[in-house]
């Protein structure tokens, strides 16, 4: 699975992007496909993952910390994750990637995932 996320760029607190990635590959709908971040001498951080368990249902799960702001959700016919981010902080800024991983469950640790976009610069200023 090759993974390209676009979408970033500069916002204002209290505004919204989308981020979107796009995914090659025929196991896409099959793969569990998330969003990471990682701020400036911050570690990598989760923010949330999705995996399709059947038709339009499936399973998410999202940070605590984008609770209630960030919203994932996926295309499975267009190869597509998305993340809906409002509400924006300036803590939110970072470089956002993208990830599949071939697990069954949906991990919120970045060593369970095997393939990683190229990541897409999001500034929040205050």
């Known amino acids: 699975v090759q993974l390209q996320a676009s979408g970033g760029g500069l916002v204002q607190a209290g505004g919204s992007l989308r981020l979107s990635c796009a995914a090659s590959g025929r196991t896409f709908s099959s793969s569990v496909v998330g969003w990471f971040r990682q701020a400036p001498g911050k570690e990598r951080e989760f923010v949330a993952a999705i995996r399709s368990t059947g038709g339009s249902a499936y399973d998410a799960l999202t940070a605590d910390s984008v609770k209630g702001r960030f919203t994932i959700s996926r295309d499975n016919a267009k190869n597509t994750l998305y993340l809906q981010m409002n509400s924006l902080k300036p803590e939110d800024t970072a470089v956002y990637y993208c990830?599949?991983?071939?697990?069954?469950?949906?991990?919120?640790?970045?060593?369970?995932?095997?393939?990683w976009g190229q990541g897409t610069l999001v500034t929040v200023s205050s």
């Open positions: 990830a599949a991983s071939r697990v069954v469950t949906v991990p919120s640790d970045s060593h369970e995932y095997d393939y």
